[in-house]
Structures are given as structure tokens and as C-alpha cells.
């Protein structure tokens, strides 16, 4: 199971991290991907970390290059999502989510953390 937090509102030029704790698995064992879903919009990814064995090599979206960055610390069992340089429009709730690969069907989706962003 994966929890997300971190999540809040904040003003346009900001940043926030946000986490992705594991239960009752381990994050290191799979690839871990940020998704993020506007009102009225559809689900988006944004970035991925593969699993150690494969590198642990992130990816992100064209959108949030630059200003997102995606780690690992597998002796907490969680990875992160740091959200630099805020814009209004990345509002939207935060889900992480787990898969074997990065290319790969995601499951074990996290219940979403809120970020909103003021202008």
C-alpha cells in the first residue's frame, strides 16, 4: 500500500516535496511513478524512478522538467517528489503509484495528496 503526503497549498514561486511511503512492501523492489489529476482534466504522469536493479533512473514529463525531481531513500521505504518553481497550474491531486517498470501497468495506487498553488 502506498500513502501519499506532503501536499498543501502554497503560493506561485514555491516549492513543496512530496512522499510516497510504502506499507507492508518494499518501494525498492518496483518502479515508482508520480501521477497528478486537474479538475476536469484527465490523470497525468509526471515522473518515474525505476527500481534500483534497474538504475533507479528517473524520468519526467516534458511539463515539469526543470522544476520536479523524483528520489529514492529505500532505508525509509518511501521516494519523493520535489516540486520546485510552483505554477497555478499544477493544482491538482498528487497520486503515486508502483509498477515492475516505468513503461509498464501501474497498480497500487495511493489515496492522492491535494496541491493546490496561488497566483
Known amino acids: 500500500q502506498l500513502v501519499e503526503a506532503g501536499g498543501g497549498s502554497v503560493q506561485a514561486g514555491g516549492s513543496l516535496r512530496l512522499s510516497c511511503a510504502a506499507s507492508?512492501?518494499?518501494?525498492?523492489?518496483?518502479?515508482i511513478g508520480w501521477f497528478r489529476q486537474a479538475p476536469g482534466k484527465e490523470r497525468e504522469g509526471v515522473s518515474c524512478?525505476?527500481?534500483?536493479?534497474?538504475?533507479?533512473?528517473?524520468n519526467y514529463a516534458d511539463s515539469v522538467k526543470g522544476r520536479f525531481t523524483i528520489s529514492r531513500d529505500n532505508a525509509k521505504n518511501t521516494v519523493y517528489l520535489q516540486i520546485d518553481s510552483l505554477r497555478p497550474e499544477d493544482t491538482a491531486v498528487y497520486y503515486c503509484a508502483a509498477a515492475w517498470e516505468c513503461h509498464r501497468k501501474f497498480a497500487s495506487w495511493g489515496q492522492g495528496t491535494q496541491v493546490t498553488v496561488s497566483s
Open positions: 507492508g512492501g518494499t518501494v525498492d523492489f518496483f518502479a
Open positions: 524512478i525505476s527500481k534500483s536493479e534497474s538504475g533507479g533512473v528517473p
